[in-house]
C-alpha cells in the first residue's frame, strides 16, 4: 500500500471527513548518476558551509530570509504555528462548474481516500453529489509550508484533489510572446481546407495508446552502448510550411491522412507507403506531376496494391530493426499507431514495441 502524502479533514458546510492524500501520478523518466568524466566516481551534492566549507548536518540547517541588512531566522515549528487550519483543514469554499475551470490552471493530481471505514458514507456522499452537479470543490490547505489553492473533483467512483495554480502565477501570452496573430486574416478556403484536416484526423481519447517513446529510445540508447552496437540518430526535424505552399501542404495532409498508405498521388516505389518527411515535399510533387485530388487509374491502383502486398509479405518474420520506413509504417498503420505520419524511422520502431508489449500484457 501506498503512503500518504497529507492527511486531515475536508469540510464543506457543517460536514467534516477526514481524508488521506496519495499520489496519483508517477514518472517513468530514465534517471541518471553523475559521474567524474574518466573515472567511475559519483559526484554527490552536499550542504556546505560556505565560510568554512565544512559540510553541515541537516538538523543544524534552519531556515533565513534576506532582509538586506540582517537575515530573519524561521523556526519549522513556527511556520506550521501560522499556517491556516494549522495544516490540517481543507476546506471547501464552494462549488464551481467543472467546465468553468480553465485547463491552464490544473497542476498536479491527488487520490484521496477516507481516513478509516467509519467514513466511507460520508465520503460516498460528497463524491455523488460532485459527480451529479458536474461541479468541483474549491479549497486551499498548506502542506509542506506551501499553501495551495485545490479543486476536489469526482472522477470514477472516487474523490481527486488537483492543485491549481494562483492567479497571478498565470503569464499573460500576449506579454510573453511577442508574433501572436492578432488581426492576421486567412481565407474562407484556407478556413474550410484547415478544419477538414482537423475532422480527418479526429481520434478517440485513448490515452493508453500513447507511449514515451524518447524514454524508449534512451533505454535503448543505453543497451546500444552496453553492448558496443552503433546508436542511429533521429531524422532532422521538419522544415517550416511555407506560406506560398499553404493550401498545398493542407491539401497534400488532408490527403495523407485519408490515405495513409500512399504518398498522395505517385505511383508505385518502395517508398508509396511511406509518409513524406515534410508536408511541403508531397505539395511540390504534386504541382510537378500536375497531380492534385485526382485518383490514380484503376490499373495503377491494382499495381500499387500488388507492390504494398509483396512487401508486406517479404517484410513479414523480419525484426524490426530490419525494415525499412515504408515497412515500419505499414506496420504502424495496421496497428492503428497515433501520429505515426509524424514519426521518423527511430520512433516508429519505438512506437511498434510499445503496442507489442501493451497487446501482449492487455
Do not use: C
Request: glycine share 8%; net charge neutral; proline share 5%.
Amino acid at each position: 500500500m501506498a503512503r500518504p502524502v497529507w492527511s486531515g479533514t475536508v469540510t464543506f458546510g457543517l460536514v467534516s471527513l477526514p481524508v488521506q492524500m496519495f499520489t496519483a501520478t508517477e514518472s517513468h523518466t530514465v534517471r541518471f548518476h553523475q559521474l567524474q568524466r574518466g573515472t567511475s566516481d559519483r559526484v554527490r551534492n552536499k550542504r556546505v558551509n560556505e565560510r568554512t566549507g565544512e559540510e553541515v548536518p541537516l538538523d543544524e540547517i534552519v531556515k533565513a530570509f534576506d532582509a538586506g541588512d540582517e537575515y530573519v531566522l524561521v523556526e519549522p515549528d513556527e511556520l506550521a504555528d501560522i499556517a491556516p487550519g494549522r495544516s490540517k483543514t481543507l476546506e471547501i469554499s464552494g462549488f464551481v462548474d467543472l467546465k468553468d475551470v480553465e485547463p491552464i490552471f490544473f497542476d498536479k493530481t491527488y487520490y484521496l481516500g477516507p481516513k478509516g471505514k467509519e467514513y466511507a458514507k460520508i465520503y460516498a456522499l460528497l463524491e455523488k453529489a460532485l459527480a451529479e452537479a458536474d461541479r468541483v470543490g474549491i479549497a486551499t490547505f498548506v502542506m509542506r509550508n506551501h499553501q495551495y489553492l485545490v479543486a476536489v473533483k469526482a472522477e470514477g467512483g472516487l474523490l481527486t484533489l488537483h492543485t491549481l495554480h494562483w492567479a497571478d502565477e498565470i503569464r499573460d501570452p500576449r506579454a510573453e510572446i511577442d508574433d501572436l496573430p492578432e488581426k492576421t486574416e486567412v481565407t474562407a478556403r484556407e478556413l474550410k481546407m484547415a478544419r477538414q484536416l482537423v475532422d480527418t484526423l479526429r481520434i478517440e481519447w485513448k490515452p493508453e495508446d500513447f507511449h514515451d517513446t524518447y524514454q524508449e529510445q534512451v533505454a535503448s540508447l543505453i543497451e546500444a552502448k552496453r553492448t558496443g552496437e552503433s546508436v542511429e540518430k533521429a531524422a532532422p526535424p521538419a522544415e517550416s510550411t511555407n506560406v506560398v505552399d499553404l493550401m498545398d501542404a493542407l491539401r497534400a495532409s488532408v490527403d495523407r491522412a485519408k490515405n495513409p498508405s500512399k504518398s498522395g498521388g505517385e505511383k508505385g516505389g518502395d517508398d508509396s507507403a511511406a509518409p513524406p518527411t515534410d508536408i511541403r515535399d508531397a505539395a511540390a510533387r504534386r504541382r510537378a506531376t500536375g497531380t492534385r485530388n485526382r485518383k490514380a487509374p484503376g490499373k495503377s491502383r491494382g499495381a500499387t496494391g500488388r507492390k504494398a502486398g509483396d512487401r508486406k509479405a517479404s517484410a513479414r518474420g523480419r525484426s524490426l530493426d530490419a525494415l525499412t520506413k515504408a515497412e515500419l509504417y505499414e506496420r504502424a498503420t495496421d496497428a492503428g499507431v497515433p501520429g505515426r505520419s509524424s514519426m521518423n524511422r527511430e520512433e516508429l520502431v519505438a512506437a511498434l514495441r510499445g503496442a507489442r508489449r501493451h497487446k501482449a500484457t492487455s
